[in-house]
């Protein structure tokens, strides 16, 4: 009989054991799964944020070659730059100024060509001082090429109650290395 009670007891060892270890492989097992979904999303994270990197590294390189924006040297690309700036402070380009170009200004030493460009605001399109402000702000941070030359705003009496501002007209000047003979 002592024989058989020790088998049993065996057996009933045996059973909570393989039981024990079934629920443990299967604990284990959500965990390693759960561990892979995470180890997943980081992977996915991470090449998100390698991108971004990536992207931040080559703005901040052109910005310090001064190739932002890059297309500035002709024409529509000048014209397109300062339309994209406006329209981030609700300024409408076909609808509100004028821009007119001046002739370039050579350095008499040579080094670099200054071009000078008017903007004309419509007088019947009051902005405000902030809508301005924004204005030129973004055309200077945007480039270091391009600056505020000068500015003529007047503030009629009809509009002094609402703070709407002329813009009579804003000149930006956009400094560009001269191309030498050899270059």
């Known amino acids: 009989m002592k024989e058989l009670d020790f088998v049993r007891l ?7 054991v393989i039981v024990a270890f079934l629920v443990g492989w299967w604990w284990k097992g959500r965990e390693i799964r759960q561990t892979e979904k995470d180890l997943a999303q980081i992977r996915v994270h991470c090449a998100e944020i390698g991108r971004i990197v990536k992207d931040l590294k080559i703005l901040q390189d052109e910005r310090r070659n001064d190739k932002l924006p890059q297309e500035l040297h002709d024409k529509t690309g000048i ?14 380009p076909s609808r509100d100024y004028t821009w007119k170009p001046r002739d ?24 405000s001082r902030d809508q301005i402000m924004k204005f030129i702000f973004n055309c200077e941070s ?13 503030l009629p009496e ?13 000149v930006f000047v956009q400094r560009n290395a001269q191309k030498t003979a050899g270059g």
Do not use: H
């Open 10 to 16: 065996t057996l009933w060892l045996a059973g909570i």
């Open 79 to 92: 014209i397109s730059y300062f339309s994209q700036m406006a329209q981030r402070c609700q300024i409408n």
């Open 104 to 127: 370039p200004d050579v350095n008499k030493k040579g080094g670099w060509v200054d071009q000078a460009y008017m903007i004309d605001f419509k007088k019947d399109q009051g902005k």
């Open 142 to 154: 945007q480039s270091r090429r391009i600056k505020l030359q000068k500015a003529r705003l007047s």
């Open 158 to 170: 009809e509009w002094a109650e609402k703070d709407l501002w002329n813009a009579d007209s804003l």
